[in-house]
Nanobody
């Protein structure tokens, strides 16, 4: 497991952009997969974007395709989520996550390290 710290959340109007960052305590390149989840109040966390082995494969939730870009800088041990053309439905608490061992990277329970979350609010 690694310690993850997110930053970059905030409040923007629809159509605006935000870039989330997640710094890991250990070498991010050693993580099997990394990703971003969003949680709405009273709901389970849902996967928004995922990197497998730093970019060998990339997953995006359908609703964010073409607007969000997930990337990883191994030299800085940092995971990013660039969010453009934000919509009110993107509002929520965003968490970065990492899985250190080989296995599925789909559900919340598949990941073994989590950040504390950063809030994103998008107004109409």
């Amino acid at each position: 497991q690694v310690h993850l710290v997110e930053s970059g959340g905030g409040s923007v109007q629809a159509g605006g952009s935000l870039k989330l960052s997640c710094i890991t305590s250990g070498p991010i390149r050693l993580q099997y997969c990394t990703g971003w989840f969003r949680q709405d109040p009273g709901k389970e966390r849902e996967r928004v974007a995922r990197l497998h082995r730093g970019g060998e494969s990339i997953y995006y939730k359908d609703s964010v395709k073409g607007r969000f870009t997930v990337s990883q800088d191994n030299a800085k041990n940092t995971l990013y989520l660039q969010m453009n053309d934000l919509k009110p439905e993107d509002t929520g608490t965003y968490y970065c996550a990492a899985r250190s061992s080989v296995g599925p990277c789909i559900r919340e329970s598949d990941f073994d390290s989590w950040g504390q979350g950063t809030q994103v609010n998008v107004s109409a």
